[in-house]
């Protein structure tokens, strides 16, 4: 009898080492352990927990996948529609989306488990999306929820943690990029979770059936042996599967450096120590500048081999103690302890810098790509993670506005500035809703005679709190949120039905011009939204000409042939704007489909007068001449200027000389003074 004990406790002690460990949390990309089933019998057995299809260590690839289905709860109409935009943005024909509009209605469906990923608002009427996520977990139901709140806070990222997320993301700091990875991280998660739970049923099983084999015990005793051996390999493979499980929910598989999730656990114990010891610390955000033209252009593995050489240069630059991870698609964060002076960090981002500006050698082609970083100190109120990754990110904003490839310090301004962003960036969702957004128009006129030749179209938005805000304050926003393209084409649209109105009341020989954003081209489609735009609206192709900065055009000159080439067969004027400012070369410029060159207006407000200035004007007029294209002034201020730029051979002009940009009225009113009495060109003219 004490013989059959002990066989018998062997077996439950290496069947209870069947069951699967905790495991470790990741925001964007794993399961609070918290959202983590019980491999009961019962929820084993009553369907909840399917067995996976595949059990694969990378991640798959988006080619491959079948449909993803998605559950989008959320109250707000606007965020939901925004949401839904930004999804059917990302997958495209890859989506299968529910909608939810209420708490009820998502609690039914999420409950449904017909869905591989539910992202659902926190804010959901009297109850919140935790509820939801709650709800579900208590009713078996195992969907990876991803949680989507108004605001970045620590406060909602432990609530989400206990609730059983898989992950929050910010509305306000939503964009495409963020959802998708945030998306494929989860159900990726998910997948090799499930693959663990058919082992465990598996162990399960096994345990069962000796169980009741230990009844007889004469065939125990000639199975037993093998039996051991069997579990012994199960449980070493279900501990590989572990640590596998482990390595890919705390490390990026291309680079093996941490993610986003084992940055966070580090920069915690980093301030820990740091504050202890009385010592600095800062957080150095790297982000690739068009990063995503490279993966467009030359496809993914390029794009895969450079972010891996680029993370390679950057471990070579950093101390023992220092961490280095990969946040994102081309985002990286360094964590700097123990420095003496704010030099130390300034140095440190120079050189990586100055190490990514290098070329890289991919498959017997040097590739150039430059990167911006945010510098964040930890002092004052900024002491947590999430205070200082916000800090970072707002100084890595403020670094490729004002230019990329350079590094900006985090400072009280731009705290303020982001926050002001935010908020505007909310508004900007409910203005295009609202048709907050008005046009006025700047007129331009012949050098010769000074009669009008055309009119640019300039987007103004009338805020209801802020009054009229110029491009300038919210275009960067709309780029980085992901809706340039709808804001893009309203303006499109809206300047095209003004010209045909202008036209049947008799205003016509003119030219309206539209900016196209860079945003715009790298999205793609914007062949398609002209020609509808110019179906719709009833325009004739030559009475448009569209404006597109040099900045795009240099960034991926094979991009820009392909998309100015459709462009001009459509019948519009393609119009290089800013010329000047960027890269210009004969070398690529005579490589574009352009009708136009605009001279930028920095250049322009200091000739004559400057002799630099006006040596360089007249190298691109030139130009222009030489490669057969119009030549456009921009900024003309004064009759002296208009003098300089006709004498040398500039067609067309446009600036505050003429006239300032003018709502449709005052428009039509400017012109009709214009035909009576042309603006003259030169003092005394």
């Known amino acids: 009898m004490g013989a059959e004990t002990d066989q ?77 935009h930004l999804l059917r943005e990302v997958f495209r024909d890859g989506l299968r989306l529910d909608l939810g509009a209420n708490w009820a209605d998502g609690h039914s469906k999420l409950l449904a488990g017909t869905h591989d990923v539910a992202l659902i608002a926190h804010s959901l009427g009297k109850q919140s999306g935790n509820d939801l996520i709650r709800e579900a977990a208590r009713a078996g139901y195992r969907t990876p929820c991803i949680l989507l709140a108004e605001q970045d806070l620590p406060a909602i990222d432990q609530e989400a943690t206990r609730a059983g997320a898989a992950d929050y993301l910010a509305k306000a700091e939503l964009d495409s990029g963020k959802l998708e990875r945030a998306i494929r991280y989860a159900v990726s998660i998910h997948r090799r979770y499930l693959s663990l739970s058919a082992q465990a049923e598996e162990l399960e099983a096994a345990h069962d059936h000796l169980n009741e084999q230990s009844h007889h015990h004469a065939r125990l005793t000639e199975r037993l042996y093998t039996a051991q051996i069997e579990l012994e390999a199960a449980l070493n493979r279900a501990e590989q599967s572990e640590k596998r499980y482990r390595l890919l929910a705390e490390h990026d598989t291309l680079t093996g450096l941490g993610n986003r999730n084992l940055f966070r656990q580090k920069l915690l114990m980093a301030i820990q120590e740091a504050s202890r010891a009385g010592e600095a610390l800062s957080v150095i955000l790297i982000d690739l500048d068009s990063f995503k033209s490279v993966n467009d252009t030359l496809g993914n593995p390029t794009g895969d081999a450079l972010l891996l050489q680029a993370s390679q240069r950057l471990c070579g630059l950093l101390r023992a103690d220092d961490i280095l991870a990969r946040l994102g698609s081309d985002e990286f964060a360094a964590v700097l302890k123990g420095f003496d002076s704010m030099d130390e960090v300034v140095r440190m981002a120079e050189k990586s810098l100055q190490a990514l500006s290098l070329p890289f050698n991919i498959g017997g082609r040097d590739l150039f790509i430059s990167a911006s970083i945010g510098i964040a100190l930890m002092e004052g109120d900024a002491k947590d993670p999430g205070s200082l990754l916000k800090n970072a990110n707002a100084a890595l904003s403020r670094a490729k506005t004002i230019g990329r490839g350079g590094y900006h310090i985090f400072d009280e301004t731009l705290d303020a500035e982001y926050r002001n962003r935010s908020a505007l960036a909310a508004d900007l969702r409910r ?11 700047q007129p331009k006129v012949s050098a010769e005679t000074g009669e009008l030749t055309g009119a640019e179209a300039l987007v103004r938005w009338e805020h209801p709190e802020r009054g009229c805000l110029s491009p300038l304050e919210f275009i960067g926003i709309a780029e ?44 793609g489609g914007i062949v398609d939204t002209v020609r509808r735009v110019l179906r719709d609206t009833g325009l004739t192709p030559p009475c448009l000409e569209l404006e597109i900065t040099e900045s795009f055009m240099f960034e991926n000159l094979e ?14 004027t393609v119009t290089v704007d800013d010329f000047g400012t960027g890269y210009s070369s004969l070398a690529y410029l005579k490589k574009l489909p352009v009708d136009r060159v605009k001279i930028d207006r920095t250049f322009i407000s200091h000739v004559p007068d400057d002799a630099c200035d006006t040596e360089i004007v007249k190298m691109i007029l030139g130009l222009t001449r030489l490669l057969s294209l119009q030549a456009v002034g921009e900024g003309v201020e004064t009759a002296t200027q208009a003098s ?42």
């Open 8 to 84: 018998a406790a062997l077996i439950m002690n290496l069947a209870a080492r069947s069951k699967p460990a905790p495991i470790m949390s990741s925001k964007s990309c794993v399961y609070h352990s918290a959202s983590l089933p019980q491999l009961s019998k019962s929820s084993l057995r009553n369907g909840r927990v399917p067995s996976p299809e595949v059990a694969s260590i990378s991640v798959p690839s988006p080619d491959m996948e079948p449909p993803l289905s998605i559950l989008l709860v959320d109250e707000n109409p606007d965020d939901l529609q925004a949401t839904e």
């Open 431 to 441: 203005a295009l809703e609202n048709e907050e957004f008005v046009l006025h128009y």
């Open 480 to 523: 980085a949120t992901g809706l340039m393209n709808p804001l893009g084409e309203w303006v499109l649209r809206a300047a095209c039905r003004q010209y045909v109105a202008w036209r049947q009341a008799g205003l016509s020989d003119l030219q309206i011009s539209v900016n196209i954003s860079p945003a715009q081209m790298r999205q």
């Open 559 to 572: 991009l820009a042939i392909e998309e100015l080439s459709e462009l001009r067969k459509l019948g519009v």
């Open 644 to 685: 300089f730029l006709r004498q040398h051979g500039c067609q067309d002009l446009q600036g505050f000389y003429f006239a300032r940009p003018m709502d449709p009225v005052a428009f039509r009113a400017w012109v009709e003074s214009n035909r009576r009495d042309p603006r003259p060109l030169a003092a005394g003219e």
